[in-house]
């Protein structure tokens, strides 16, 4: 080890950055190598140690070492551009061999750039500022000269031109005065009024594009485009395995899809999507929407003993309803005869063995290595044909990978046996390939560019890439995002299924589940699922969402396009004793001997009357929220008392209370009261509440969070696991609430919001005898409201 901090040090490093150095295997052997290779033609110096390390440090192909260092001793690469060029070049160029001119000229070889050179370029730009330059003085952005004249001379030292810059600059504008000394005062933007505060916040769909804060979706994708590697440059990614056959299969991938980018979405069927699911479906569907591409939905069918065909239809319906349409729907069930060839090849290779370990004894990382791992080839492809014909029980035979995957897992299960029936293809086969052979053949096969994964299963890009390059196919590039996780909800199936087998949750759509169907059938609009995706963004690190800022986005979807209607969800009936007073409403005629009345019209949205209106009728029985009256006045309290008048909405009126009538219980169960046009009355009302007249009567759901904690599935926050967390009041249900009659003809999952109540959608259970609406979300909460 002495040895070897004392070779690093003695080409310029200092003593910690040599131990430093000695942590990373790789970069210490790297090094070692190239400073031998350097000592042997023409000795090291600090200046070539510097950039001898810099270029081992930043070097991703190995075999290109020799090549650099040797250049690096003959003087050719003598600064940072031009090692940053060579770097770049090298990368783009994986296969030998290397273009020695064209490397060099892109390099800058032998390239000389003079004085004069560089006092006439800065010149040119020092003119070209000038007029700013006098006016503005020493607080004029010196960078830009700077940059512009770098860029006239690309293999310049910075440090020369930065030099030339300060004494032209000098020489036009003199030594810095004290006014050049004083601190520019600061001017503040000016004030935004609230109005376009809330444009500028505003999330709406605008031709189909999700706006977030001002910036759509798509153009959120079309910026992460920029990070990602462009169709056909697949060897440029980070860890992307280059064999000789690359560049060729490239070739031919590139004459399949013309350029075009290809993403897919792979759900497994064997349970409904969340809402994970849903930033996984916009940033597939997404991103290669926003890039002119296709995107597949493909069903990862390989574990027939989990798959229904309920789940295969309720994803398309899902992925439908978040606006997106697949280019092509595939199985991985499709390439079943194909992947079996291929895994046949896998074991001519020598990649593959046939090993009788059990399940258990694979479980975890510290599994035994295989005895049977170095069988004979020959024997292998007997035992795996003898698999397939299902000469074998479940579990005594399995097919493994020669790899170690990126977490330490040796020898990855490609094909186990399974005799249950496969939705799709019945009984012809009884054995089945595991998610780490199919997705990256699957991948291939559809000529995927961008292969989009959540940050889990980054251990597996290893293994991904490897098994494409040992079957010698065209191999795509995985990307890994973060997942998106909500507080207060489990999305394990698992977990979810333990919720509807104890009764907790009714089924998958439950309401107060997060899967979208359950999102669907409580009222959220897909749009502002999306909306929500939007706002959280395409992320490396897994982002842990509040339901509340979800919630946020379906108010301000359902704000603009849920009609307004009024509902009672506690009712206390109102008499009206006196005769109503014309306001300018006709006058409509009563069943009921006695009774009379008008028609109320209502517009649908307050704010834009153009949007339209409904009629709703007034007639001398109304009824109000019984929270709307008490008999008792408190301070602060502004609806109405005995000795409080209270207007209604929309009606133009206002009502007084002449009698309180009560139950046996002394309970309020009757109000009769005077009614007069709200311009007559002796003073304003505080407030105006909601009413309905002749109305419907519906059940109403109210929801709120299923569990009780934030991290239910925490054992640290809830060590009675996630059952235990239930929260007993997370639905309640209103079976004789009232509702106007606006609502009569509305369909399934049609909204509302409720006045004063918060936003509803009409549950499939409705019937035609009795509505049953769920609440989607409340309404903002106004702290000072009474």
Not at 16 to 41: P, V, W
Not at 296 to 316: G, M, S, V
């Amino acid at each position: 080890m002495a040895d070897t901090v004392t070779l690093f040090t003695s080409i310029g490093l200092s003593e910690q950055k040599a131990k430093e150095t000695l942590k990373n295997e790789a970069l210490t052997s790297a090094l070692k190598d190239a400073i031998a290779q350097m000592q042997c033609s023409t000795g090291v110096d600090k200046a070539m140690g510097t950039m001898l390390y810099s270029m081992v440090s930043r070097l991703k192909d190995t075999k290109r070492l020799t090549f650099l260092a040797d250049h690096i001793a003959r003087h050719k690469i003598c600064t940072e551009l031009q090692l940053a060029a060579a770097l770049e070049f090298v990368k783009n160029h994986p296969q030998d061999p290397i273009n020695q001119a064209e490397f060099e000229n892109v390099c800058g070889v032998g390239v000389v750039i003079t004085p004069e050179q560089i006092e006439e370029a800065v010149e040119v730009v020092i003119n070209k500022h000038k007029e700013l330059l006098l006016k503005e003085r020493y607080r004029y952005n010196m960078g830009l000269l700077m940059g512009e004249s770098r860029a006239a001379l690309k293999w310049a030292d910075g440090k020369i031109i930065k030099n030339e810059v300060d004494v032209q600059v000098l020489h036009l504008l003199g030594a810095k005065t004290e006014a050049d000394l004083e601190k520019k005062t600061k001017v503040s933007p000016p004030k935004t009024s609230e109005s376009e505060v809330k444009a500028k916040k505003e999330e709406v769909a605008v031709n189909g594009e999700v706006q977030s804060e001002g910036k759509s979706l798509m153009e959120q994708l079309r910026g992460e485009a920029l990070k990602f590697h462009k169709t056909g440059e697949n060897y440029k990614t980070e860890g992307y395995v280059v064999t000789p056959n690359t560049m060729d299969l490239l070739k031919k991938h590139m004459e399949i899809t013309g350029g075009q980018i290809r993403t897919r979405f792979p759900p497994e069927p064997n349970g409904i999507l969340h809402i994970g699911h849903a930033k996984a479906i916009n940033f597939n569907f997404g991103y290669a929407k926003a890039n002119d591409g296709i995107c597949f939905l493909r069903y990862d069918d390989t574990n027939p003993e989990k798959e229904e065909e309920k789940y295969f239809t309720a994803i398309k319906d899902m992925v439908g309803w978040l606006g997106y349409e697949p280019y092509q729907i595939t199985h991985a069930s499709d390439n079943f005869q194909r992947l079996y060839d291929l895994a046949v090849d896998l074991v001519r290779r020598g990649h593959a063995y046939v090993c009788h370990q059990r399940g258990e004894e694979l479980k975890g990382h510290n599994a035994p290595p295989s005895p049977w791992r170095e069988r004979p080839m020959e024997e292998s492809l007997v035992l795996f044909q003898r698999m397939k014909k299902g000469l074998f029980a479940e579990g005594e035979a399995t097919l493994r990978m020669k790899m170690v995957m990126e977490d330490g897992k040796m020898d990855p299960v490609a094909y186990r046996i399974k005799y249950t029936p496969h939705h799709r293809t019945g009984d012809a086969w009884c054995i089945y390939p595991t998610y780490d052979y199919t997705h990256c053949l699957c991948d291939s096969i559809e000529n995927i560019t961008h292969s989009l994964c959540t940050k889990e299963f980054q251990a597996r890009r290893s293994s991904y890439f490897w098994l494409c390059n040992a079957l010698d196919v065209y191999c795509p590039v995985q990307w890994e995002y973060g997942r998106l996780n909500l507080t207060y909800t489990v999305v394990s199936k698992r977990k979810i299924i333990k919720l509807v087998e104890t009764g907790v949750v009714r089924d998958w759509d439950d309401p107060r589940l997060f899967t979208l169907t359950a999102l669907r059938r409580r009222g959220f609009p897909s749009v502002a699922i999306n909306n929500f995706c939007a706002r959280v963004g395409v992320t490396v690190a897994q982002v842990t969402m509040e339901p509340h800022l979800l919630e946020a986005c379906v108010r301000d979807v359902l704000n603009d396009t849920a009609p307004r209607a009024m509902a009672v969800l506690e009712p206390l009936k109102v008499t009206i004793t006196n005769r109503i007073p014309s306001y300018g409403f006709s006058f409509f005629s009563l069943a009921l001997p006695g009774y009379f009345g008008r028609k109320s019209e209502l517009p649908n949205f307050p704010a834009d009357e153009a949007k339209g209106s409904h009629v709703v009728p007034f007639t001398n029985i109304v009824f109000i929220e019984q929270s709307d009256f008490r008999e008792v006045m408190e301070k602060g309290y502004k609806r109405l008392t005995p000795d409080q008048p209270v207007g209604l909405r929309h009606a133009g009126y206002v009502i007084t209370v002449q009698k309180v009538i009560k139950d046996a219980q002394g309970k309020v169960v009757e109000l009769e009261v005077s009614c007069c046009v709200s311009t007559e009355a002796k003073e304003k009302p505080k407030a105006f509440i909601h009413w309905v007249s002749q109305p419907l009567k519906c059940e109403v759901r109210l929801y709120e969070r299923l569990f009780l904690h934030k991290n239910p599935e925490d054992p640290s926050e809830v060590p009675g696991g996630f059952l235990s967390d239930i929260n007993p009041h997370s639905m309640e249900v209103i079976d004789s609430a009232l509702v106007d009659r606006s609502v009569a003809g509305a369909k399934v999952l049609d909204r509302f919001q409720f006045e004063r109540m918060g936003y509803f959608s009409l549950d499939p259970d409705s019937t035609a005898d009795k509505l049953v609406f769920n609440r989607t979300v409340t309404l903002k909460e106004d702290p000072g409201k009474i």
